[in-house]
């Protein structure tokens, strides 16, 4: 006759949701029967009156028991049929019908809609075709329910919010903890830059002084291919030279050794006169002292001192030929001599150019050298002190 769905509540609740009861009179029904069955199951909350598929009429079991309550009423009413009770056959106010996907919410609204006297009276709630009741009671419990369960939702949704407000509150700090750093960082990207910027600078003007020292080295390298071709060919020609004079040494050395040999013989035979001369000398000592005697001898020592002097007139000539090409011989030594000193001075002098250009170029190279090594120490400590910051 009646029946109970217990379901689970939720905040989108409707009256399908709720337990129901299907007790349902036809209006011959007698009033008494109808009281035997209120008295027997105490939680109906009414019954309804109804013909075929039309509702006749709702009465409620507290409205019911006030009609019954009154005087003469349960002589009057409970021995006919229940379509005689007034507020079945001619009711104040008309049943409230609500479909059964109807929100709990709108339900009490329209309930409490009605006039005071009628504002607990059970709501008839259509099911597809069937026709239930549900008190009010547990109408008013599920909005408790459902406005507990939302106020919870609302308390758990605050809660969150607060959560999420705290975790915002973190995120904001290490938001702006973050905004600092990048901004730190940005400061830090900007002296980098700078630095860059400078170090940049620097390097332009190094490739410029690099560029620069380049033309000077091609500049030098030139000059020094230059020298260095004329150096040599000079050192070249001056060896030939050298080596043209030493052969004339050589050669005026040979004959040198020839004119001593002639010399040579010249001194032995003028020696070789000499002694003849000193023999021939006695023989006439010893003719002029026997002077007495014949003088064919003397003639003979006479024409032999005549010889010896033609030799010795000879040897004086050869003597003096050879002191003539000593002399000559001599200048041309001393001639081949100073040309080689020449070209030994021109020489020298062009080797101590080359050298000295060798040391403008390694003093260019020493100069680079340290000022690349200056920048790389500027460079460097300007990175330090950015890196620092």
């Not at 029946?3 to 989108?12: F, G, P």
């Not at 005689?84 to 329209?110: C, D, F, H, K, N």
Request: glycine share 2%; aromatic share 6%; with cysteine.
């Amino acid at each position: 006759m009646n029946k109970a769905v217990n379901v689970q509540l939720s905040a989108a609740m409707t009256l399908a949701d709720l337990p129901y009861f299907s007790y349902q009179v036809s209006p011959e029904t007698i009033s008494e029967e109808v009281a035997d069955e209120f008295q027997r199951h105490p939680e109906l909350p009414g019954v309804l009156v109804v013909a075929g598929n039309r509702v006749i009429g709702m009465i409620s079991k507290v409205k019911f028991f006030e009609r019954m309550s009154q005087q003469f009423g349960r002589d009057l009413y409970l021995p006919r049929p229940i379509k005689l009770l007034p507020e079945i056959a001619a009711p104040q106010v008309l049943p409230l019908v609500l479909m059964a996907r109807t929100p709990v919410e709108e339900a009490v609204e329209q309930a409490l809609s009605r006039p005071p006297a009628f504002v607990y009276e059970p709501v008839v709630v259509r099911r597809g075709k069937q026709l239930v009741l549900v008190d009010m009671r547990v109408i008013l419990i599920a909005q408790a329910q459902v406005l507990s369960k939302k106020n919870l939702f609302i308390q758990q949704q605050h809660l969150h919010t607060q959560q999420l407000l705290e975790k915002l509150k973190v995120e904001k700090e290490r938001n702006q903890d973050y905004a600092k750093r990048l901004e730190s960082e940005l400061a830090r990207t900007q002296q980098m830059n700078e630095a860059l910027e400078q170090q940049e600078r620097s390097v332009r003007e190094q490739a410029e002084r690099i560029a620069q020292l380049n033309q000077r080295f091609i500049s030098i390298s030139q000059v020094l291919s230059q020298r260095g071709q004329k150096a040599f060919q000079e050192t070249f020609m001056g060896v030939n030279q050298i080596t043209c004079h030493t052969a004339e040494v050589y050669r005026l050395s040979e004959r040198l050794k020839q004119d001593v040999e002639i010399i040579d013989q010249a001194t032995h035979q003028i020696a070789e006169i000499t002694r003849q001369v000193k023999h021939l000398a006695v023989q006439a000592g010893l003719i002029a002292s026997r002077s007495g005697q014949q003088m064919t001898g003397f003639d003979f020592i006479s024409e032999a001192i005549n010889k010896l002097a033609n030799q010795v007139v000879f040897a004086n000539q050869q003597v003096e030929e050879m002191a003539n090409h000593f002399r000559r011989h001599i200048r041309e030594v001393v001639q081949s001599t100073a040309s080689g000193e020449k070209i030994a001075r021109s020489l020298l002098t062009q080797v101590e150019q080359t050298q000295q250009a060798i040391q403008e170029l390694q003093a260019l190279l020493n100069a680079e050298e340290e000022t690349t090594a200056s920048n790389e120490a500027n460079e460097s400590n300007a990175m330090d002190v950015a890196a620092v910051a």
